[in-house]
Each structure stands twice: as structure tokens, then as C-alpha cells.
């Protein structure tokens, strides 16, 4: 037990610090080769904080726990909504965006509908997990293409850098994202490790386990990149994190996890989950709108509506999970 209790604390406090690192080497890149930090936020974050997902999804499903694996990526996205945003606009809001409302949201919106869609016939095959990766793939390009175009625009007229300079940022750059996201995962995967360790002695279920203290496990890179980010002004990276890793969380954590193995998942999971991840997008998407019709930033009342949601769904797992 006490063990658990170290790797739960000691990876908190590594975690922190190689966030700021993997952000840091994240921000030097986007500068230096003229990516727009949104596109940065979606497929280098976004992908990079969702591999503890994808590592403790792959390996539930390889070992027979599908509804750990379900619950850890459906249970990370709302985490990375209600949790994660809100906390990171309480402390630093958050500019909208045109293509966050015309492109990203709209995405977001239709992944999570595929999602529910798929879930209908109670279960997910592995023709299901290939539907979904392929729909990484559609996605993924159309983020990356659109959002380079506007990156173009964006830095058209920018000076040019020195070549020696620039090789030097690169390579600090890239080291920064390999060292951080490398001692994030490990971090990460230490303290779910603790916590499951916990949460068994406690007598949880497996889908409750999921749900709660392994997705709040694995969103922690998530939490602290994205605040990160944040404080140090790079907003859209901040917002593109989620998008991004709620992305990869529906359509590669999970399409992974169906093509290892077929997936029959729990009733509740369609009519309490799912439900809530639905509405939480739709949320998001409402006040996303607002912010922009209205020209204000994504603040502190949306954050507190956010983490609010999160306080209901946590009271909503523990009532049903007593019953």
C-alpha cells in the first residue's frame, strides 16, 4: 500500500516538471518551422498526452478488461473537458477562434456521434476499430492540412532565421518534446499504477476504476500541459490539446482496443457515459459559440460550468455505482 502511495505522489511531482519541459520543446518547434501552435496542440499534443491512454487501453483489452479500456478513454474525455479545460481557463482564458467553431468543434461533435453510433448494437468488432482508425487517419489530415494553410498566411512576412540558430532550436526542441513526453508517460503510468493498486484494495469495479482514477490518470498530461501552455500564452496550443487527445481517445485509444480484441460493453456505459460525453461536447460547442458571437474570451464562468459538470458526473458514477 505504501508503495502505491509513493508512486502516486512522487509521479505527481515528475509529472509537472515534464510538462513544462515537453511544452517548452513544443513552443520552440512551432515557432521555428511557422506551425500555427493549434495545429501543434491537436497532433503533437494531442497524440502525445493520449499515449498513456493508448498504452493502458491497448494492454486492458490484451489482458481481458474491455470495459477498463472503454472507460479509460470515454472517462478521459469527459476528464479532459469538464476537468482539464476548466481548470486551465480558471487560471488563463482562453481566445476563440473562427476555425474552432467552422472546423474543430464540428469534427469533435461527429467523432463523438460515430462513437455512440457504433456503441448501438452493444459491441464493438473489429471492423468497428478499423472504421475508427480510418477516421483518425480522414481527420488528422484535414486538421493538418487546413490548419497549415492558415499557418501559412499567418506567417507570411515573417523575418528569416539564422541557419546555425535555428538548427540549435530544433534540436532543443525536439529534445524537449522526446525527454518530456517521454518521463510523462512514465510519470503517468506510474501514478495509475498506484492508483489501481489503491482502488483494488478499496473493492472498486473494474468499469469505476476506468472511469474515474485511471482516466484521471491518464488526462494528468493532459491537466498540466495544457496549463502549462496557458501560462505561458499559448492558448490555441492549450484548447488544441483537447481537441486533439479527445480525438485520439475515440478513434485510436478505442479502435485500438476493438482490434485487439471485440468488445462487449456494459449497458451503463451507453446510457450514463456516453450520455455525458455527448452533452459535455455540445457544451463545450454552445460556449465555444457564444464566446466568439459575443468577441469574449472562453473564462472563468465556463471553467467553473465545466468543473461543475465534472462534480455532478463523479456524484452520478458513485449513486450508480452503489446500486
Known amino acids: 500500500m505504501w508503495l502505491a502511495i509513493i508512486a502516486v505522489v512522487v509521479?505527481?511531482?515528475?509529472?509537472v516538471w515534464s510538462a513544462d519541459v515537453f511544452i517548452d520543446g513544443a513552443v520552440v518547434l512551432a515557432k521555428k518551422f511557422s506551425v500555427p501552435s493549434f495545429l501543434i496542440g491537436v497532433v503533437i499534443l494531442g497524440l502525445g498526452t493520449s499515449a498513456p491512454e493508448m498504452v493502458v487501453s491497448a494492454l486492458a483489452a490484451l489482458e481481458g478488461s474491455p470495459e477498463l479500456a472503454l472507460g479509460n478513454a470515454y472517462g478521459s474525455n469527459i476528464i479532459n473537458i469538464a476537468l482539464v479545460l476548466g481548470a486551465t481557463v480558471l487560471i488563463s482564458p482562453i481566445l476563440i477562434r473562427k476555425s474552432i467553431i467552422n472546423r474543430d468543434m464540428p469534427l469533435l461533435l461527429l467523432v463523438t456521434g460515430v462513437a455512440a453510433w457504433q456503441l448501438g448494437d452493444g459491441v464493438l468488432s473489429s471492423t468497428d476499430g478499423i472504421i475508427l482508425i480510418a477516421l483518425l487517419v480522414v481527420v488528422l489530415g484535414i486538421q493538418i492540412v487546413l490548419s497549415l494553410r492558415e499557418g501559412h498566411h499567418e506567417h507570411e512576412g515573417d523575418g528569416v532565421v539564422e541557419a546555425a540558430e535555428q538548427e540549435h532550436s530544433v534540436a532543443r526542441g525536439l529534445g524537449g518534446l522526446f525527454i518530456g513526453m517521454l518521463v510523462l508517460i512514465m510519470s503517468s503510468r506510474a501514478i495509475v499504477w498506484g492508483a489501481v493498486e489503491l482502488a483494488t484494495l478499496w473493492g472498486l469495479s473494474e468499469l469505476?476504476?476506468?472511469?474515474?482514477?485511471?482516466?484521471?490518470?491518464?488526462?494528468?498530461?493532459?491537466?498540466?500541459?495544457?496549463?502549462?501552455?496557458?501560462?505561458?500564452?499559448?492558448?490555441?496550443?492549450?484548447?488544441?490539446?483537447?481537441?486533439?487527445?479527445?480525438i485520439f481517445n475515440t478513434l485510436a485509444v478505442v479502435g485500438l482496443a476493438a482490434l485487439i480484441a471485440p468488445i462487449t460493453p456494459n449497458a451503463m456505459i451507453l446510457s450514463r457515459d456516453i450520455l455525458a460525453m455527448g452533452l459535455l461536447t455540445l457544451l463545450l460547442f454552445a460556449m465555444c459559440l457564444f464566446a466568439f458571437k459575443t468577441k469574449r474570451s472562453f473564462g472563468r464562468s465556463s471553467g467553473a460550468t465545466l468543473v461543475l459538470f465534472f462534480a455532478g458526473y463523479t456524484l452520478w458514477l458513485i449513486q450508480t455505482a452503489s446500486m
Do not use: F
Open 208 to 246: 469505476i476504476i476506468g472511469l474515474t482514477i485511471v482516466a484521471v490518470g491518464t488526462s494528468l498530461p493532459e491537466l498540466v500541459a495544457s496549463i502549462s501552455a496557458a501560462r505561458k500564452g499559448e492558448h490555441d496550443m492549450a484548447l488544441g490539446n483537447i481537441i486533439g487527445s479527445n
Open 11 to 15: 509521479g505527481l511531482a515528475i509529472l
